[in-house]
T-cell receptor, first 115, second 112 residues
């Protein structure tokens, strides 16, 4: 298995532009997580899905952020409009089940820079 | 809300010295997981502890789960430059929802 695949790896965009981050989880994993990592705030969970259904989006910072999972093999995280404070590394992770004790597999991340 | 705290935040050691990072949860955990993130990389799962008082070893790494299942530690013996990175502990949110609460991590620097 290729692991969790994220694209793009790097994204530089101007303030106000729409940004879409993409994730392909590991096949057979029914949980998908979106994290944001910054020096100041560490690793923050933004939202997670179970069987393509959003379960907890309490970590989404504001309405400018939205996430979808139209099918079991694809998810997007969209920021519209983007702001410089959104600059961070965004990780997608998946796990086989949400049962207690299941490890999360992380993608390589998307490094977003908003100028 | 439920919190997972790690100390120290940063640690600089000379190659060959030992290193320990501590993880404390505000609630009892059913299990705890440890991840390592190399500079510029992504978190990678190292190990999971489930039982009260459990101790597991991976070569020079020793992981321990506290008796009350609210704290854990990772000890590295005789650090090497390859140990450089940030070590995270993570525990499941109460209620078995599949959500992992990550500590803020301990970043280890090793001077050769």
């Amino acid at each position: 298995d290729a692991g969790v695949i994220q694209s793009p790896r790097h994204e530089v965009t101007e303030m106000g532009q729409e940004v879409t981050l993409r994730c392909k989880p590991i096949s057979g994993h029914d949980y998908l997580f979106w994290y944001r990592q910054t020096m100041m705030r560490g690793l923050e969970l933004l939202i997670y899905f179970n069987n393509n259904v959003p379960i907890d989006d309490s970590g989404m910072p504001e309405d400018r952020f939205s996430a979808k999972m139209p099918n079991a093999s694809f998810s997007t995280l969209k920021i519209q409009p983007s702001e410089p404070r959104d600059s961070a590394v965004y990780f997608c992770a998946s796990s086989r089940t949400g049962a207690v004790g299941t490890e999360a597999f992380f993608g390589q991340g998307t490094r977003l820079t908003v100028v | 809300g439920q919190q997972v705290m790690q100390i120290p935040q940063y640690q600089h050691v000379q190659e060959g010295e030992d290193f320990t990072t501590y993880c404390n949860s505000s609630t009892t955990l059913s299990n705890i997981q440890w991840y390592k993130q190399r500079p510029g990389g992504h978190p990678v799962f190292l190990i999971q502890l489930v039982k009260s008082g459990e101790v597991k070893k991976q070569k020079r790494l020793t992981f321990q789960f506290g008796e009350a299942k609210k704290n854990s530690s990772l000890h590295i013996t005789a650090t090497q430059t390859t140990d450089v990175g940030t070590y995270f502990c993570a525990g499941p949110r109460s209620g078995n929802t599949g959500k992992l609460i990550f500590g803020q991590g301990t970043t280890l620097q090793v001077k050769p």
